[in-house]
C-alpha cells in the first residue's frame, strides 16, 4: 500500500466511524452532527471559516517564528556560559510549572484582544520544547570531535558555532516539529480567552450559538492547518539536517 | 613543519581509583614510527590520550613531554579510529577544519593537493555520506596531514577497515607521515609489523621494546621476516605477562 492511499484508507475509516455512531447513537444534530452535514457547513461558510483561518495561521506564525528565535538564543547561551545556566535553568523549570493556560487572562489584560496576545500565547506554549531539545542536543556533542577540535587548538566560541550548533541541529528540528503542534494550541486558547476573530473565537461563537456543524467545520480547518505546518517544517528540517 | 619532537611519558595513570597502567616508561624517537602493541584494556589509548593533552578523566602521576622540553600543545594531531568526519561538511570542509576551528584562513589550494595525495581528487565536492569506509579514512588522513604538525598519534586508525583497504592506507600513511614523530597505538601484530621503526608492546606487567626486522617501512605484508616478526610478536603477546 502507498502512504497517500494509506493515508486516504484511514481518513475513510475515521469518518465511517464517525458517521456509524451519529446513526446508530440518534444523536441529534446539537450534539454531534455527522461529517456530510459538517462538510456542508464547511463549503458554505468558507468565506467565514477562511477569514478566521488566516487570523489563526498569522498568529500561529508569528509565534513559531519568534518563539523558536528566542528558544534557539536561549538554548545557545546556556550551552556557551555556565553562569547563564545556573541562573536561567531555573527559571525555566519554574516557567514549566505553570500552566500557560492559567497567564492567558494575564496576556489579554497586557497585550489587549488583538494579534499580540495570542502570538505571545503561542510563544509561550513553544518556547521551553524547543529550548529544551536544542539545548539537549547542544550538550551531547560527540566527545570525539570535541577531543579533535581541542588538539586541533580551537577556540570556544568557534567549537560552539561550528562544531556545536551543527552538530545539535537535529535536536533543534525536533524541537521545531514539536513547536509546529504547539504553537496552534497556544493561539486558540488565547483565543478563547478574549478575541474578536481567530479559530477559536468562532468555535466558542459556534457553540455558543448552538451551530454545533459550524464548530466542527472550524476545528477540521484548524486541524489541518495544523497538519500542514507540521509536515512542512518537517520537509524543511529533513532537507536541511537529514532527519 | 618544525623539527619533529620526540615523546616521552613517564609514570602510572588511574581512573576512579582503579590501575589503568603503569608504572612506565615509554620513549618514542623523534621523527620516526613507533607502534604502541597490546591487548584491548592495556592502556594504550590512555598513554596517547595523555600526550594529545586529553587527561580530562584520568588521574596521572607522572610527565607526558616533548623530548626537546617544549610545550606538545599546538604540535599534535591524532587521527582515531572512528573518521569523526562532520556530515555537514563536504570532503574538503572536513579537510580544512582545523583552520576554521582555529579562525584561520581555509588554504582550500593546499586541501586539494592533500586530497590528490590521499587518492581522493575526484572527491572534493562530495559529502562524508557518499563515501566508503576506506575512502573516509583517506579523509581523515588527508585532514590530519592539513594540520601539519611534527607528532603525529595514531589510535587504531586502520582497525575498522577490511584487510585490502588497511594494507593501503598503511602503505599511504608511512609514505605521508615519513619525518614524523608519529606513535600508533594498535592490537593488530601485522600492522605493527609493517609500519614500526620501533615496536612497543604493552602489557599488563608494562613495557617490552622489540627490535623489528630492519629496513624502510612500510616493510612487506608477505616478506618472510615481517612476517616472522609478526609470529614473534605474537607469541609474546600470547605468553603470560
Redesign the interface.
Known amino acids: 500500500m502507498t502512504r497517500s492511499f494509506r493515508i486516504a484508507a484511514a481518513t475513510l475509516l475515521g469518518l465511517a466511524i464517525w458517521q456509524a455512531v451519529v446513526t446508530l447513537g440518534e444523536l441529534p444534530r446539537f450534539i454531534l452532527p455527522g461529517p456530510l452535514s459538517v462538510f456542508a457547513t464547511l463549503w458554505t461558510s468558507r468565506a467565514l471559516i477562511a477569514e478566521h483561518a488566516v487570523v489563526t495561521a498569522v498568529e500561529v506564525l508569528l509565534g513559531l517564528g519568534l518563539g523558536a528565535g528566542l528558544g534557539f538564543a536561549s538554548a545557545i547561551a546556556l550551552a556557551a556560559s555556565p553562569i547563564a545556566r545556573s541562573l536561567l535553568r531555573p527559571m525555566l523549570v519554574f516557567s514549566q510549572a505553570i500552566p500557560v493556560f492559567a497567564l492567558a487572562p494575564i496576556l489579554t489584560l497586557w497585550l489587549g484582544y488583538g494579534l499580540w496576545s495570542k502570538v505571545a500565547m503561542a510563544l509561550l506554549i513553544i518556547y521551553f520544547p524547543v529550548t529544551s531539545a536544542f539545548f539537549d542536543a547542544l550538550m551531547r556533542t560527540?566527545p570525539?570531535?570535541l577531543?579533535?577540535?581541542?588538539?586541533?587548538?580551537?577556540?570556544p566560541g568557534?567549537?560552539l558555532w561550528?562544531?556545536r550548533v551543527?552538530?545539535a541541529?537535529p535536536g533543534f528540528a525536533s524541537g521545531l516539529r514539536l513547536a509546529a503542534v504547539y504553537a496552534p494550541i497556544g493561539a486558540i486558547i488565547g483565543e478563547w480567552v478574549g478575541a474578536s476573530q481567530g479559530l477559536g473565537y468562532l468555535m466558542l461563537l459556534a457553540n455558543g450559538r448552538a451551530k454545533i456543524d459550524l464548530m466542527f467545520a472550524a476545528l477540521i480547518v484548524l486541524a489541518v492547518l495544523t497538519l500542514a505546518l507540521h509536515a512542512a517544517i518537517d520537509a524543511v528540517c529533513r532537507r536541511l539536517?537529514?532527519g | 613543519m618544525n623539527r619533529p619532537p620526540a615523546l616521552r611519558l613517564a609514570g602510572s595513570a588511574t581512573i576512579g581509583g582503579g590501575r589503568i597502567f603503569g608504572p612506565l616508561a615509554l620513549e618514542a624517537p623523534a621523527g620516526e614510527w613507533t607502534c604502541l602493541l597490546g591487548p584491548s584494556g592495556v592502556g594504550k589509548s590512555t598513554v596517547l590520550r595523555l600526550l594529545a593533552g586529553l587527561r580530562d578523566e584520568v588521574l596521572f602521576a607522572g610527565e607526558a613531554v616533548a623530548g626537546d622540553g617544549e610545550t606538545l600543545s599546538g604540535r599534535v594531531a591524532l587521527m582515531g579510529q572512528t573518521d569523526l568526519l562532520m556530515p555537514w561538511l563536504n570532503v574538503t570542509a572536513n579537510v580544512t577544519l582545523g583552520a576554521r576551528l582555529r579562525g584561520r584562513k581555509e588554504q582550500r589550494d593546499r586541501a586539494l593537493e592533500v586530497l590528490e595525495r590521499v587518492g581522493l581528487s575526484g572527491h572534493a565536492a562530495k559529502w562524508p555520506t557518499a563515501l566508503s569506509g576506506g575512502q573516509r579514512q583517506r579523509v581523515a588522513l588527508a585532514r590530519t596531514l592539513m594540520e601539519d604538525r611534527p607528532v603525529v598519534l595514531l589510535d587504531e586508525p586502520f582497525s575498522a577497515l577490511d584487510a585490502r583497504s588497511r594494507a593501503l592506507m598503511q602503505d599511504l600513511a608511512a609514505e605521508l607521515l615519513a619525518g614524523r614523530t608519529v606513535l600508533h597505538v594498535t592490537h593488530d601484530t601485522a600492522e605493527a609489523a609493517r609500519l614500526g621503526h620501533h615496536v612497543l608492546l604493552m602489557r599488563e606487567g608494562g613495557l617490552t621494546s622489540v627490535t623489528p626486522p630492519p629496513g624502510p617501512i612500510p616493510r612487506r605484508y608477505d616478506a618472510p621476516d615481517t612476517l616472522d616478526f609478526q609470529g614473534r610478536l605474537l607469541r609474546m603477546l600470547m605468553e603470560p605477562a
Request: hydrophobic share 50%.
Open positions: 560527540p570525539g570531535w577531543e579533535l577540535a581541542r588538539v586541533m587548538n580551537a577556540t568557534r567549537v561550528r562544531l551543527p552538530a541541529m539536517w537529514d
